[in-house]
């Protein structure tokens, strides 16, 4: 086992997402079948970021890249090309869709090998 020098970002579904995401579901036939809050929930995504020293650095590092965060949870099996997304999106309302958990240590169970960050510039500042 090794440490890796990572954290992560997991987002979890809420409720105005699986609304959003079961009305694309029953306005598209070829989209994937609705989904139950459970289930998205359980499904989460988890994003790789820079090992931060406090839980407030991560949290700081998920509000610097919510959109990106955010377009993807919206785009591939839901909406590709982005017609049906909320057009306002803020972090608030990033909020109000998912929840966000952080974790501060990744520990490799496989034994493969991974890039760490070196150099003087903390990458929890990208």
Known sequence: MELLGFGSIVIRPKRPFVDWANQIARQNKNAVAEITEEEARRRGTVY???????????????K?????????????????EGDLWPRHRTWEMFLEWFDVEVHREIVD??????????????????
């Open 64 to 80: 610097r890249h919510w959109e990106k965060i955010f377009d993807h949870e919206l785009e591939g099996q839901w909406d590709d």
């Open 109 to 126: 169970l496989t034994g493969n090998t991974y890039p760490t960050f070196f150099g003087n510039e903390s990458p929890m500042r990208a």
């Open 48 to 62: 790789l970021i820079p090992e931060p020293t406090t839980a407030a650095e991560a949290m700081e590092y998920a």
